[in-house]
């Protein structure tokens, strides 16, 4: 009896498991869910997917620290972040894997998908700076609005990968701006968006008709020690895609200075259109933070200083560099 007691206290409890993988998907992306149970608290862990029935085979991952014995989360992805254009009809299956412990089937919604080419074009913008010096410690926003045309009735949805912002200091700066992904909805009354900290991509709905600044990325640059003048031209550029062909963008950028900001992207309040914002009933420029530094209480416009494109006072976006088109092609 002693040793059947032994035996039995040695076999270790099943734990760490994977339990559930789900995938929506439409023919700009997708979105995974997933759980997991008895997992130990402080671990981390990593769980990775695979899908296939594509133009090319998707593998990623997202790892996460228990903070419980169980896990439900969710990642956003596009198509276009693994260079894959969908034009066709495509049947879906997968796996996914608890890193180190199981690995189950994804249930796919829609198994089979039906999908019209995707366009894209590359684009890039080209200004500069104004001649005021740039303290280390304060930030510089980075903005960028555009307003499209060839939107069918039933809506579309614009994507913007893969930015750069490049420039000279004191020394080379090539800065990674967030992605963007808008969404011109048919039951839209007016603009707003949130950030998908997953998939670090700006995520912007608006009505069909757009507006005349729908705001595209942005992204928040610490200033950092040793930071001169910028020298030259400040150069922005990446690649905008359409779900649908036909589609026609125009863009533009701005720059502005503060000295109290926010890399929280969904604390900085940012206006989602000029015209149609959902929060914000007032004259601001796409792009404008309007949100509330939690630190001091004060809105983030109390903090903008003259420097980048901008001279301070109401100036919350920055000066528009000149209007770039991007005509999607097939």
């Avoid at 299956?93 to 074009?121: K, Y």
Wanted: neutral net charge; glycine residues 10%.
């Amino acid at each position: 009896m002693a040793l059947f007691a032994l035996v039995t206290a040695a076999v270790p409890a099943t734990a760490n498991v994977l339990t559930r993988a789900q995938v929506s998907a439409d023919c700009s992306g997708y979105k995974i869910s997933v759980a997991a149970k008895d997992l130990i608290i402080g671990k981390t862990y990593t769980i990775s997917w695979q899908i296939n029935g594509l133009p090319a085979v998707v593998n990623d991952q997202f790892s996460f620290t228990a903070t419980q014995t169980t896990f439900a989360g969710t990642a956003s992805r596009t198509w276009a972040k693994y260079g894959i254009t969908l034009s066709g009809t495509y049947s879906l299956s997968g796996t996914a894997t608890l890193v180190g412990h199981n690995t189950i089937p994804i249930a796919f919604s829609p198994s089979t998908l039906t999908c019209a080419g995707q366009c894209s074009a590359q684009t890039t913008s080209t200004s500069n700076f104004n001649g005021t010096a740039i303290k280390p410690g304060s930030y510089i926003w980075f903005n960028a609005n555009f307003t499209a045309s060839g939107i069918p009735s039933t809506g579309a949805t614009v994507f913007f990968q893969g930015s750069t912002i490049q420039f000279t200091a004191d020394q080379n700066y090539n800065l990674s701006a967030p992605n963007a992904e808008i969404t011109f909805s048919p039951t839209a009354t007016c603009s707003s968006y949130t950030f998908d900290t997953a998939t670090n991509t700006w995520q912007t709905i608006v009505p069909i008709k757009g507006d005349d600044e729908i705001f595209l990325t942005g992204l928040t640059f610490l200033v950092p020690s040793g930071f001169t003048k910028v020298q030259g031209n400040v150069t922005w550029q990446g690649t905008m895609s359409s779900n649908v062909a036909g589609v026609s963008m125009q863009w533009k950028w701005g720059a502005a200075v503060y000295t109290t900001f926010s890399t929280n992207y969904n604390t900085l309040g940012v206006k989602a259109g000029h015209q149609t914002s959902c929060s914000y009933n007032n004259g601001d420029h796409a792009g404008t933070p309007e949100g509330i530094d939690p630190m001091s209480g004060e809105p983030f416009k109390d903090f903008v200083i003259g420097g980048a494109r901008g001279g301070g006072g109401s100036n919350w976006t920055g000066s528009w560099s000149g209007t770039v088109g991007a005509q999607c092609q097939d």
